[in-house]
């Protein structure tokens, strides 16, 4: 315990936030309080100078998540093509690790708009015409709070994936839910809660072989 906080609890929590597309139970519903619960939790999260442009549309009208799983799948499949042809080597030799997360991928494409809640984190401007540092600022704003949306919903027993193919098709997907023109999308999460029993943390690299001290390539 440090300062109030759990530490094993808080780690725990953080490591083992995962993507979930497998254990997605979309056959049961999803209390609208549960995801306004969530949703008050991201508002803690920080925006730059305070400005809190977000805006987060819960989509849970079958019509319209049927309609943006549709724009989703359509968008994957096109991203997934170009990954094929962008790099078809890397597609010859899959071990069986990398296999079982394309199977979750094209498994959650197919059933994207199953999902009981479709949310859609966006910024109340258009991101795309700012500067670089101004993006920076304005996806760093939007972002933490997604994130502490996923984890917040974990702590609930609901599992969501971090997905963005859908932009490809952005203007689409704006039009199903009446997104205004200079708004900005950027991650759309399936909510659902989670089958199965815990998750485990993921294999990762050592921390060490991806830090960097005060020189780009110096390791402590």
């Known amino acids: 315990m440090t300062k109030g906080l759990d530490l094993e609890i808080c780690d725990k929590l953080l490591t083992t936030t995962r993507s979930v597309r497998l254990r997605l139970d979309f056959s049961r519903p999803v209390e609208p ?89 966006c910024i109340t401007e258009n991101c795309t015409e ?35 193919v859908h932009l490809k098709k952005a203007a689409e997907a704006a039009a199903v839910v009446g997104i205004p023109d200079g708004v900005t999308q950027t991650v759309l999460l399936p909510v659902a809660y989670y089958k199965g029993k815990d998750f485990k943390s993921a294999a990762r690299n050592p921390a060490s072989t991806v830090t960097h001290w005060n020189t780009w390539g110096t390791q402590r």
Request: contains cysteine; charged residues 15%; aromatic residues 12%.
């Open 33 to 121: 309080q549960v995801i306004e619960d969530c949703i008050e939790i991201a508002l803690q999260g920080p925006s730059s100078t305070n400005t809190q442009l977000w805006q987060f549309v819960v989509v849970t009208d079958a019509g319209k998540r049927a309609a943006l799983g549709k724009i989703y799948k359509e968008t994957f499949d096109i991203y997934w093509a170009e990954s094929i042809a962008a790099n078809p080597e890397a597609f010859e030799n899959i071990t069986p690790h990398t296999q079982r997360m394309i199977d979750s991928a094209q498994y959650l494409a197919a059933h994207m708009g199953d999902a009981p809640v479709l949310i859609l984190f």
């Open 130 to 164: 700012l500067p670089l540092f101004e993006q920076a600022g304005a996806y760093g704003s939007i972002l933490p709070a997604a994130w502490s949306f996923m984890l917040a919903a974990r702590a609930r027993g609901l599992g969501s994936c971090w997905t963005t």
